[in-house]
């Protein structure tokens, strides 16, 4: 694996202010994504998992720039060649996307690139499936009438359509969910990204289709030699789509490490009850559940300590709650973890 | 064995659209034994919920029952007048809706509407019933002094324990329990399934538990019945249908689901989508999509056949015979 990561985020925050009273003045602010820092190899599969409400899909939409973060910075790796094409500033190789703005913004989606949840609600119905997959390339002005139609025919047998010809002309409300999500995925992969955004794509599938959708997703990724942010909630699915795990606690990466280390020797307390609640389907394995207390709530102006310190079932009193939140420390071997007791 | 509770004999019913009739659920057998936890699986369109709001008698106006019984005590509820019938709904036979945390009213006290349903039913009223408000309340592990806090004060895992005490309330003999989970994420999930079954236990209640996910299926069901494209293709005890498999979209279906427990093995890709109940396939319904298909799959509808006691499938290239 290279030593050069494609994308590299180093302490990225997004809080949003919550109006209340009479005026609507901002006094407190949702730290829904607080001091997250990670890095994506090329080809390489990073899962961001967690319970809704930790800041998973807000991340996502921040390395896109569906969002403009608070604070941090977003670093995305390009060739000499290209950035002065495109007209942005390198930095030892890295453009720094936090800040991209207008055009620079624009040029920079030619490489990034989101795959949404739903199927059905990510498409525009009174578009044919050619209009919606060929849009990227409308957009970035990318090829003659003559070369979009190809590549979206192209596009199309690659995920799986065919005869390209019987789809094209075909309204998404025509389609099957597993056929639409295939549609999300040209359309994401027509104008060749480097980096694709996928978040919880396959959560609305139903099992005879999603392994279809999820092995479509790597053989792309293999041939084409794309990075995924894979989203979701699902451990399982993520054990299949991930190179790596990162596991995100109320706006905070409280453990990362590579997939089958994470799944097998969790340290991270929060870690361990979330694997220890997710069913088996297996009714002869009977799993040993870690209880904790209460649920996760709205980090609305959240204490300094540890984000996780009010449901552990390990916490000590006097250190977890006085000193400021771990920071996210490797204990070997690319593990991560963000815990006073480990 | 107890006699069951409830059994329901060759059940059809369509859904009539403009493109025509949607065969949502077609020639469905089962007995629910009291104490036990029926898994209903199958996958969008597989008629599972179909048969649930069927047995509840809360059909909308294009729903058509076609044929078939369904007893309980020696009555065919399918034949009561609808007055009649609202005597057996919640007070025999109760039903946890899919997503149901948010069938609250959001302007009354949950606690409220709770006695509401009870004084309805005629189980309890005034003072008794709200003594009994704050029975199920402990009973589904909520504080009792949350009944007169309103709908949005609850988070979506207190919603789903408020609802299970509503559908408790009238002491149902059944309870159907349609994806209450499904919204929840684990950590939740886990503690509400766990509640769930204590409580069917303690009641001594026959539950139906339907769902697409064959992990929770595993971990709740004693007996499990599996649905594809509106026929009940395979029925048997939860170690049969794991360990046993004998459908092939049964076998396909296992072979899919992924899980983090275990070796990663290779996850099968079944071809094709699911069908159209408009117009479904000839013979066996999933013979389009199955790898052991022949002639005669697409010809005849297969008849169910019994593999081990109280193990049927309805295949006819059964796993393990397969030359046969």
Redesign the interface.
Known sequence: MSFQPLVKVEGLKKYFPVSKGLFRKTHDYIHAVDDVSFSIQPRESLGLVG??GCGKTTTGKLLVRLLTPTAGRIFFRMEEEEAREEGVRLEDGYVDVATLKGRALKNFRRHVQMIFQDPYESMNPRLTIYDIVAEPMAVQGIGSVMEREQRVAEMLQHVGLTPPESFMFRYPHEL????RQRVAIARALIINPTFVIADEPTSML???????V??LMQDLADRFGISYLYIT?D???A??MCDKIAVMYLGKIVEMAET?EL?HHPLHPYTK???S?????????K?E?I??RG??STPINPPSYCRFYNRCPVAKEGLCNVQEHPPLEDKGGGHYVACHLV | MREPVLSVEHLTMHYSTRKGDVHAVDDVSFELHPGEVLGVVGESGSGKSSVAFTLMRLLPENAHIKGGHVWMNGVDLLTLPEDEMRRYRWKRIAMIFQAAMNTLNPVYKVGDQIIEAMETHGVAYGEAARKRVAELFEMVGLDPALMDRYPHEYSGGMRQRAIIAMALSCDPDVLIADEPTTALDVIVQHRILKNLLQLQKRLDMAMIYITHDIAVVAEVSTRIAVMYAGRLVEIGSTEDIFLRPKHRYTEALLQAFPSIHGEKKTLLTIPGELPNLLNPPRGCRFHPRCAFATEICKEREPEYRTFNPGHLAACWHPVGEENA
């Open positions: 319970e809704s099957s969910g597993g056929q139903d099992v005879s289709v999603r392994t279809g999820m092995q909630h451990l399982a699915v054990r299949y089958e799944l009850a979330l694997l609640a997710v069913p088996i389907p297996d009714p002869t394995y799993r559940v209880e904790i649920s996760v």
